[in-house]
């Protein structure tokens, strides 16, 4: 049984290790602040958001639509929203409170502690069930509208009355009855057991005995000092009760992992919302577009850093892109231009738009990826030379075994800790096999002879799919932190950052 | 059971085997065959076991049935079945041995459980054995038993009542009602399984493997001998509530008290002889170490090839060493074997093999060597080094003689004697000239003698001696172990040894002067 509200089949676990380039993305795309915004504080919308953001390459076209139908669904009654993951969160705490206690207290059977875990979740399960009726009429999501069908076709009339009927007769308030053989060794073989007997008041005992024969039974006592005596019928009691036991065992664990997965998407979809709404707050524009169908879709208006908007608390700077079919993308140009956070704003896009999160753009379609991944340079290594490339290759090296066709590799400024011709030499090679492989790379560089390199063997091969960006800079050194399609330059305009810092006074 | 059909065993081709030797035989020790012995019997019923070592045979049909019997069992498909067999026979003698201390119910259903093993096993191997083809006598024989046996009707009634009564135990049920400390044990009714009508009621809720209402697993039983106390009284309920189910157990064991066939009984402990002796050679077979069945012959021209010491190899083997093997062969005149040679040449080794290998030719069974043509002894009579005997206040040589005069009134024409450097305590003049006369005795009563002794001069005695020199190797004096038939040369090889080791008369004064 389950909740279902993230993907049609509840492949989504919320409870899964996070992949092996978690950590590095985080950093790389600068994660932080979005995840802290959705969150708010709340440990466990930020452990949710996480898997699904990054879990995101599992997902197909049709769990973003799932999601966002869904979303749409909460968006219009959020409180009810709320009041669900509380109910869910509240059960399962009591569940948890009573296990602990009952298991310090009676050293008997699991049956009892199962028993007492089922009579505490019943009166959630019926409030849950109550609260879902009229969320069946307004649900207009698959999603929604699946768990409604779940909760209130299983957990029916029928469903309250057998549990009321087992909990009381499984409390065997006329005695355990078990059935059983004789195998070779004179001991119980296979005890069953058998409906439990109700549990009739003394005087109606002694008028059935006295007008009815009943059958002939042998009867003994064990002496409540008798250990052995007392060890030996609880042990015949366990094996009586173990099947029964497994199966009430069994229902408490549905019933709880129902309920944990459904706070944990309930907890998601309140994450979301949050970040609709401070997005919208500070007036910066969301779009929700479905994965498209054609392989190489790329394609972006607005585009911007999610993360640095958030930060900032006000709309920042948004890029076009226009990139479809293309599977190598080279930005170059001025320092400080904006390509690290272009960089970002794509990164952070590409796997929002993959999760059915709402996406930092005005309008965008992005294809389907079986994976992001990145490679920048890292803080720590700048401080010694020697042993820089080695650790960018190891890194990249490492990266491989996930690298398949169908992933997005960023790298910013791979290879720079060389020099020129030797850093260009291993990104041609590098980028060459990479494109060959069907992966996508988009590539920050300011190793000109590199991209240019690549850019004459477009020309000359007439291939069209790969694509140069530059950041924008005005004649006066301006930088208006866009990217335009324009071809790689040998200089960085490292010129007007120095006339900047050292004013007009420095010599030409 | 019918006293018309019976088998003798497979020890003996006519009459069941009684071991007549009750005690170890005296030169078990001196032959290491103790040590042999103890190790082939260990895992086995030892008290019964041991005497059938101890017990040679000179009956040449005896020796002749044991020796095919044997040799049928190293094939692997009737020592599986005899495996199985034996395997199912120690657990229905298990199941048979009083235990006071048990309820009389159970100790009934014990005893009806071994009867249906008896029958299932004897029905087993006879299967078994119709499958194979079986030329040794005593295997026929055993088949043909087991096939009679199994058709007899006293066998079939026994089978049929056992499976009728287990049949019905089996299908007793009861019911058990436990009211806090009370318990009340009634005969049962059909009734539902309630764990199958929960998983039925929540079969929406309930995840797939457990809705389809597979059957349950229950967690096994720990064996346990005695019964705890719940148990025993809900066995004492059952008797009284079906009295006339217990009844019948209690008659079955009654009238069938003593189910196992006495030829049954016999056979399970005459193969437990064979299997020992096969499962003790086997890791040395692994190795690649030859056993072979003697022909046993009236003469003593006896050949022998690849002959070796099987207590030694044992502990060469578990050390990962290699064992020397030897070859001998006396003709037709030759009935004394002298064995010379430098010190610890391998000479008493050679000995003990000699005479291991007559010992165990005269039980039937396999020995070391890769074929071997030997004398049907009747006896071994060894003499080898003893401690000072205090007690008897005797001098060795007293002793040694002593010994030796007992052994040549105890042996007889068909017996075999091994001398191990007696007369070790005296003068080489006197040791040769008392050895001589024990060569003279010897062979005077046309005894199969082998002497070791470090008198060269004795290697020629006669023509009816055979010498038998250690080969040494080379001029670095080491030893290979083997033995040639060749003159005895008297070339002194402690002395080779001694200079080896840099203790000659040269060597010492060089090595004090620096």
């Not at chain 1, 990054?54 to 869904?70: G, K, L, Q, Y």
């Not at chain 1, 057991?193 to 006592?221: D, V």
């Not at chain 2, 003593?258 to 096969?278: G, H, I, Q, S």
């Not at chain 2, 050679?281 to 022909?295: Q, V």
Request: glycine fraction near 6%; proline fraction near 5%.
């Amino acid at each position: 049984m389950k909740p279902c509200l993230l993907d049609p089949q509840g492949h989504f676990d919320a409870n899964a290790a996070l992949p092996a380039e978690a950590e590095a993305l985080t950093q790389d795309l600068a994660l932080a602040p979005l995840f802290a915004t959705m969150a708010a504080g709340d440990a466990q919308v930020d452990a949710v958001a996480r898997r699904a953001l990054f879990a995101a390459p599992a997902n197909d076209a049709a769990v973003v639509a799932w999601r966002h139908a869904v979303l749409a669904d909460w968006r219009a009654q959020p409180e009810r929203l709320a009041q669900l993951r509380q109910l869910a969160d509240t059960a399962l705490a009591a569940e948890k409170r009573a296990f602990r206690t009952v298991f310090s207290r009676i050293p008997e059977s699991r049956l009892t502690r199962g028993l007492l875990a089922l009579r505490i979740l019943r009166s959630s399960l019926l409030e849950l069930r109550e609260t879902l009726l009229p969320l069946q009429a307004t649900a207009r999501s698959a999603g929604l509208q699946g768990l409604c069908a779940t909760v209130l076709e299983r957990l029916d009339e029928d469903f309250f009355t057998a549990l009321d009927l087992h909990l009381e007769a499984l409390s065997f308030p006329g005695g355990l009855l078990l059935r059983a053989g004789l195998d070779e060794d004179c001991r119980a073989s296979a005890p069953q057991l058998c409906p439990p007997p109700a549990k009739l008041p003394g005087w109606r005992l002694r008028l059935r005995g006295l007008l009815r024969r009943e059958p002939a039974s042998y009867r003994f006592h064990i002496a409540p000092r008798d250990e052995a005596g007392n060890r030996a019928l609880s042990e015949l009691r366990t094996r009586g009760i173990a099947h029964a036991a497994a199966l009430i065992e069994a229902l408490v664990d549905q019933f709880v992992g129902f309920l944990a997965a459904l706070s944990a998407e309930l907890a998601l979809y309140q994450g979301l919302l949050r970040l609709e709404t401070r997005l919208q707050l500070l007036g910066a524009p969301l779009c929700q577009p479905a994965l498209s169908e054609s392989a190489l879709a790329c394609s972006a208006e607005g585009l911007y850093d999610v993360s640095l908007a958030l930060h900032a608390g006000r709309p920042v700077v948004g890029n076009d892109l226009a990139a479809d079919g293309q599977c190598l993308l080279i930005i170059t140009g001025a320092n400080q231009g904006g390509k690290s956070t272009f960089l970002r704003s794509l990164g952070q896009a590409r796997l929002m738009a993959q999760a059915g999160f709402p996406v930092a753009a005005r309008a965008a379609s992005f294809a389907r990826l079986s994976g992001v991944f990145t490679h920048f340079r890292r803080e720590e290594d700048r401080q010694m030379r020697s042993g820089k490339l080695d650790e960018e290759l190891a890194r990249l090296s490492a990266l491989l075994p996930s690298l398949r066709r169908g992933s997005l590799l960023l790298m910013n400024e791979s290879f720079a800790a060389t020099n020129e011709r030797e850093g260009s030499e291993i990104a041609a090679e590098v980028v060459r096999a990479l494109v060959e492989q069907g992966v996508m790379v988009v590539f920050v560089t300011h190793l000109y002879a590199f991209a240019c390199a690549v850019q004459t063997e477009a020309a000359q091969t007439g291939r069209q799919d790969v694509q140069f960006l530059r950041a924008q800079r005005s004649d006066d050194g301006q930088r208006s932190f866009r990217l335009e399609v324009g071809e790689p330059l040998p200089t960085a305009w490292g010129q007007d950052l120095y006339t900047r810092i050292f004013g007009k006074s420095a010599p030409a | 059971m019918n006293p018309g059909i019976d088998f003798p065993g497979l020890l003996h081709p006519l009459q069941p085997f009684e071991a007549v030797v009750r005690s170890e035989p005296v030169h078990f020790r001196d032959l290491q065959l103790d040590r042999i012995v103890a190790d082939a019997c260990a895992g086995f019923d030892d008290a019964a076991l041991a005497p059938v070592f101890w017990s040679p045979q000179s009956d040449p049909a005896v020796l002749q049935y044991r020796q095919a019997v044997m040799q049928a069992l190293e094939t692997p498909a009737l020592a599986a079945a005899t495996e199985a067999f034996c395997r199912a026979m120690a657990q229905v003698q298990a199941a048979l041995r009083p235990a006071p201390d048990q309820p009389e119910a159970r100790m009934a259903r014990a005893h009806l459980a071994a009867a249906q093993a008896y029958c299932r096993a004897l029905a087993a191997f006879a299967g078994a054995l119709q499958a194979l083809p079986l030329q040794a006598a005593g295997w026929c024989g055993w088949r043909d038993y087991l096939q009679q046996l199994l058709a007899a009707p006293a066998f079939i009634r026994l089978r049929d009542e056992a499976d009728a009564l287990a049949a019905e135990l089996g299908a007793l049920r009861y019911e058990v009602l436990i009211e806090g400390n009370t318990v009340s044990v009634r005969a049962s009714a059909a009734c539902e399984d309630y764990a199958q009508q929960l998983a039925h009621s929540f079969a929406r809720v309930l995840p797939p493997p457990l809705r389809d209402g597979q059957p349950f697993t229950a967690p096994a039983l720990a064996a346990a001998t005695n019964l705890d106390p719940v148990e025993t009284q809900i066995l004492r309920g059952l008797t009284q509530l079906f009295p006339a189910l217990f009844a019948r157990l209690a008659a079955f064991r009654d009238r069938h008290a003593d189910f196992v066939a006495p030829a049954v009984l016999r056979c399970t402990r005459d193969l437990d002889f064979y299997r020992a002796w096969l499962g003790y050679i086997a890791p040395l077979r692994a190795r690649g170490l030859p056993f072979c069945y003697p022909l046993l012959v009236d003469e003593k021209a006896e050949a022998a090839c690849g002959i070796f010491d099987l207590a030694l190899a044992n502990k060469l083997a578990a050390a990962g060493l290699a064992v020397v093997r030897n070859d001998y062969q006396l003709t037709a005149d030759e009935h004394l074997i002298v064995v010379t040679g430098p010190n610890q040449a391998g000479k008493t080794t050679f000995a003990r093999a000699f005479g291991q290998l007559h010992h165990l030719a005269a039980l039937g069974c396999a020995v070391p060597g890769e074929q071997a043509r030997l004398l049907r002894s009747d006896a071994v009579f060894t003499h080898f080094e003893r401690e000072e005997n205090f007690a008897e206040l005797r001098s060795r040589l007293e002793d040694d003689l002593l010994r030796l005069h007992r052994i040549l009134e105890a042996a007889g024409p068909r017996s075999v004697v091994i001398l191990n450097e007696v007369f070790a305590s005296t003068t080489l003049l006197d040791a040769t000239d008392l050895s001589r006369k024990a060569l003279a005795a010897l062979s005077a009563q046309g005894v199969l003698a082998l002497m070791v002794t470090f008198i060269d001069s004795l290697a020629s005695f006669s023509p009816a001696t055979l010498s038998l020199v250690g080969v040494m190797e080379g001029d670095a004096a080491s030893r290979t172990y083997r033995f040639r038939r060749e003159p005895a040369d008297g070339r002194a090889y402690a002395m080779a040894l001694a200079e080896k080791h840099g203790l000659s008369y040269a060597r010492i004064k060089e090595r004090l002067a620096s």
